[in-house]
């Protein structure tokens, strides 16, 4: 049935049309979350499987929205990444982690590393490569100290970009990572040729751990082809102490997840490091 006048978005899908409206509301306030600061880093541990000390953090985008308390990601990221306004927050993301890794380095923990997740736009934009020299260079980190992840669905969208982009970054000693290794349908193949770091085999490989022989034998096999390749292997989402277990027996180097700990706010990560350093 159609209609004139005032009421006539009724007759469409109203489930559409809220989508929309949510997704105009979101970036309305994504923009002015910019200007008013209303974004946070949380830092979850990475540990080493072999002497169960924390070697570095991931950064974790958080939004301390005025009303809502504090957002995730899942809410907004896609309404940031959408609209380009990703490329302006994640330029932040960036330069605040630095800061704050200048920080724990100068409170002497020199070592610490530090992955910050770069999204699709993020990784396209022809300034990246300077964006990340700059803030290297106006914050004074360690290159070596920085790692990029780069999702294995964006990576092998573009292989010949993401190689040139890789190493780009890796002549400035940035370090690389592919993240939620496992869920972008890639050739193995490609591990071969990327210049990689780490791959972090993503929460869904983790979870099957516990399921059926099949997941641990591909999981086992996982780790170590990437070990013949001399890439890092880090396990996301480690919940469980028999998961943890069956990693260190597959000599995984790393590990990542609610088992150590929920990401956390910058001071909260510093205590962390206190207590490894003191223990
Ligand atoms: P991701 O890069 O795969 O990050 C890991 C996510 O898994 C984080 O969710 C983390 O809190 C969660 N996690 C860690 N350990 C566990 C566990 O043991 N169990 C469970 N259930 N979850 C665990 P978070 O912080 O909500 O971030 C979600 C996604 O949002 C990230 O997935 C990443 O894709 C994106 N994201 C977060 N921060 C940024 C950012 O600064 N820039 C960009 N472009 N994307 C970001
Ligand atoms: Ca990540
Ligand atoms: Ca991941
Ligand atoms: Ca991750």
Not at 173 to 201: A, C, E, I, M, R
Not at 204 to 225: G, Q, V, Y
Not at 244 to 272: H, I, M, T, W
């Amino acid at each position: 049935a159609k209609s004139n006048g005032k009421n006539t978005y009724f007759y469409y899908d109203e489930s559409i049309n809220k989508d929309l409206m949510d997704k105009i509301e979101i970036q309305a306030q994504l923009r002015s979350a910019i200007t008013n600061q209303e974004f946070d880093i949380y830092y979850q541990p990475q540990i080493d499987l072999e002497n169960e000390k924390i070697i570095g953090f991931e950064a974790l985008l958080r939004w301390n929205h005025p009303t809502k308390g504090v957002i995730l990601p899942a809410e907004f990221i896609q309404v940031a990444e959408e609209t380009g306004l990703i490329v302006t927050i994640g330029e932040w993301v960036l330069k605040r982690a630095c800061e704050q890794l200048k920080e724990w380095e100068n409170q002497g923990f020199p070592s610490v590393i530090l992955a910050v997740n770069l999204s699709r736009r993020q990784f396209r934009d022809k300034h990246l490569v300077s964006m990340v020299s700059n803030i290297i260079e106006e914050t004074g980190i360690a290159p070596n100290c920085l790692e990029l992840e780069i999702k294995e669905e964006i990576a092998i969208e573009d292989i010949n970009y993401t190689m040139q982009c890789i190493l780009d970054l890796r002549q400035k000693g940035v370090l690389f990572s592919l993240d939620d290794f496992g869920t972008g349908y890639s050739s193995l193949n490609y591990l071969k040729h990327l210049p990689l770091d780490s791959l972090k085999l993503d929460k869904s490989f983790i979870d099957s751990i516990t399921e059926d022989r099949d997941s641990r034998a591909i999981i086992s096999t996982l780790i170590s082809l990437a070990r013949a390749l001399g890439i890092n292997v880090i396990a996301e989402g480690v919940e469980s102490g028999s998961q943890e277990d069956f990693l260190k027996d597959a000599k995984c180097n790393q590990a990542q997840g609610f088992l150590y700990s929920e990401p956390v706010p910058a001071k909260a990560a510093g205590r962390l490091l206190e207590i490894v350093r003191e223990g």
